[in-house]
C-alpha cells in the first residue's frame, strides 16, 4: 500500500505538461533534458539502485532504466530524422516542379505569335472587308454615272442629316396632332357625341389630309426638278394635280362637317360627296370655310416638310444614299478589324508582362526552396548535436546519483561511449539545386534583356499591319470619298 501512495505522491508533484509522444520540427519541439529527468524520474531511480547496490558492479550492460533513457532518446533522433525526410522530400518536389523555362520560352516567342494570331485575323477578315470595298466601287460607279448623265456634277446630294430627318418626320407627325387639335373644335359642333367624336374625325382627316400631302411632297413635287422634258412636264402636272387635290380634300371635309352639323349624321358621307359634286365652294358657314383653309395650310407645309426629307432632283438622294452606306459600312468594318489588332496587341504585351510575373515568381520559390532545405540541414544536425548531448546529461545524472547512494563501486561500463542505433538522415546538398537555379536565372536575365526587343517587335508588327489595312481613299485615289 505505501509504495501505491508514493508513486501516488509522485504523480502530483511531477510536471503537469506531458512531453510530446512524438518529436518533429527541431523549432516546435526541442529536446528538454529536465523535462525527460522528470518523466523517466531518473534521480530517484538511480538512488532505489543504489542502495540496492544495482548494477553490480561487475555488469556489462546498462540497466533498464538507462534503456528507457536510450530508447527515447533513440525515438527522438528518429524522429527527427523523420520529420527532416518528409521536409526535404516536400522541397524537392518543389525544387523538380519549379522550371522557368517554359514561360522564358513562350514569354520569347510573343512576338512572333502575335504576328501569327493578327496574320490570321487578317485572313479572317479579308474577304468581307474586299467584298465591302467592291461594294463601295460599284456603288460609286453608279453614283458618278447617274451624276454625269443627270448633269448633276456641279454640285453634291442634298441629304438630310439623321437628326434632320427625325425632326421632319416629328414635324410631320406634329402636324396632324395640331390639325386634329384645331379642327375637332369645329367637328364637335353638331357631333351627337359632342367632343369626342369630334376628336375622332378631326384625328382621322388630318391624318388622311397629312399623308397625301407627305406623298405629294416626296415624289410628285421633285418631278418638276428633273432634266427630262417629259419628265418635268409630268412632274408639272403632278402638281397641279396635288394642288388641286389638297384645296379638294379640304373641301370635301368642309362639307362633311356640313352635313355632320346639318343633321344628317347617318348619312354624312353620301350628302357631303353630293354636295361637294353639286357646289364644291359652297359652305353653309363661316366656321366650315376655315375648316377649309386650316386643312388646306396644313396640307402645304406638309408637302414642304416632305420635300425637304431627299434632294430636290428625283433619284439623286437615293444614289448617294447608297453610296454613302457603303463607305458607312466599310469604315465601320475596317474600325472593328482595327480595334481587334490594338486588343490584341494590348493582349500581347500584358500576357509578355504575366509570363515575367510568373517566372519571377518561381525563380523565387526555387530559391526560398534550396534556401530552405539548406536550412533544414542545419536545424537536423542542430538537433542531433542536442539529442547527443540530452542523452550524455540524462545518463551522466542517472550514474552520478547511482554512486552517491551505493556503497559498493559502479559497474566499468558506466564511463563506456553509448553506442546508438545508426539513424539515415535525409541528403540536404543542394549544389545541384544551385546549378538549376543558376541556370534559370539566367534564362530569365536574357528574357528581361530582350524584353525591349521583344516589344518593339510587337509594335513593329502591329504598325505593318495596321497600314496594311488601307483606307479608301487610297483605294480610290482619283475620287473623293467625302460621306456627303
Known amino acids: 500500500m505505501g509504495g501505491f501512495f508514493d508513486r501516488f505522491l509522485r504523480w502530483l508533484q511531477s510536471d503537469s505538461k506531458s512531453a510530446p509522444r512524438t518529436h518533429g520540427n527541431p523549432d516546435l519541439h526541442p529536446i528538454d533534458t529536465n523535462r525527460l529527468a522528470k518523466e523517466l524520474d531518473l534521480e530517484r531511480e538511480a538512488e532505489r ?49 519549379t522550371d522557368v523555362t517554359p514561360l522564358t520560352r513562350l514569354a520569347l516567342q510573343q512576338d512572333a505569335e502575335f504576328e501569327r494570331r493578327a496574320g490570321a485575323l487578317l485572313n ?34 442634298q441629304i438630310p442629316t439623321d437628326w ?17 387639335g384645331l379642327n375637332s373644335v369645329f367637328f ?65 371635309i368642309a362639307h362633311y362637317r356640313d352635313a355632320v352639323s346639318g343633321g344628317a349624321y347617318e348619312n354624312a358621307a353620301r350628302t357631303a360627296w353630293e354636295t361637294f359634286r353639286s357646289t364644291p365652294t359652297t359652305l353653309q358657314d363661316v ?27 428625283p433619284g439623286y438622294g437615293r444614289m448617294a444614299r447608297r453610296r454613302n452606306q457603303a463607305i458607312a459600312d466599310h469604315a465601320i468594318e475596317l474600325g472593328a478589324i ?31 526552396a534550396i534556401a530552405q532545405k539548406a536550412e533544414t540541414d542545419t536545424k537536423l544536425a542542430n538537433a542531433f548535436t542536442n539529442v547527443d548531448n540530452c542523452l550524455e546529461a540524462l545518463l551522466n545524472m542517472f550514474r552520478q546519483h547511482n554512486r552517491m547512494h551505493r556503497s559498493t563501486p559502479a559497474p566499468d561500463y558506466f564511463t563506456w561511449p553509448v553506442t546508438q542505433r545508426p539513424i539515415v538522415r535525409p541528403d540536404c546538398t543542394t549544389s545541384a ?21 521583344i516589344r ?18 487610297e483605294h480610290f485615289p482619283t475620287v473623293n470619298l467625302q460621306i456627303r
Open 124 to 157: 479572317e477578315w479579308s474577304t468581307p472587308l474586299k467584298q465591302l470595298i467592291d461594294d463601295v466601287r460599284e456603288k460609286t460607279q453608279g453614283y458618278e454615272h447617274y451624276r454625269k448623265a443627270q448633269d448633276l456634277t456641279q454640285r453634291p446630294a
Open 433 to 453: 539545386d544551385k546549378v538549376k537555379y543558376q541556370v534559370q536565372k539566367v534564362a530569365l536575365d536574357d528574357l528581361n534583356q530582350g524584353l525591349p526587343r
Open 188 to 252: 364637335a359642333q353638331g357631333m351627337w357625341g359632342g367632343l369626342l367624336d369630334g376628336i375622332f374625325y378631326a384625328l382621322f382627316f388630318a391624318a388622311l389630309n397629312i399623308a397625301l400631302a407627305y406623298c405629294y411632297g416626296r415624289f410628285f413635287l421633285p418631278q418638276v426638278f428633273h432634266r427630262s422634258p417629259v419628265r418635268k412636264a409630268i412632274g408639272i402636272v403632278l402638281l397641279a394635280v396635288s394642288v388641286a387635290a389638297i384645296v379638294a380634300v379640304a373641301l370635301l
Open 49 to 97: 539502485l543504489g542502495r540496492k547496490e544495482l548494477p553490480q558492479s561487475s555488469d556489462k550492460s546498462p540497466t533498464g532504466t538507462e534503456f528507457r533513457v536510450i530508447q527515447v532518446i533513440e525515438k527522438a533522433r528518429q524522429d527527427y530524422a523523420d520529420w527532416g525526410a518528409q521536409r526535404v522530400r516536400l522541397l524537392n518536389e518543389i525544387i523538380t516542379s
Open 164 to 180: 434632320e430627318r427625325r425632326l421632319r418626320h416629328t414635324g410631320l407627325f406634329a402636324l396632324v396632332l395640331l390639325e386634329a
Open 287 to 313: 366656321h366650315s370655310a376655315m375648316l377649309c383653309a386650316i386643312s388646306i395650310v396644313f396640307a402645304l407645309v406638309a408637302v414642304y416638310d416632305a420635300f425637304g426629307l431627299d434632294d430636290p432632283y
Open 338 to 368: 482595327r480595334e481587334q489588332l490594338e486588343i490584341m496587341k494590348a493582349e500581347s504585351l500584358a500576357g509578355l508582362d504575366q509570363f515575367i510575373d510568373k517566372a519571377e515568381i518561381q525563380l523565387n520559390q526555387l530559391d526560398q
Open 456 to 473: 518593339a517587335n510587337i509594335q513593329r508588327a502591329y504598325s505593318r499591319l495596321y497600314d496594311g489595312l488601307t483606307s479608301l481613299d
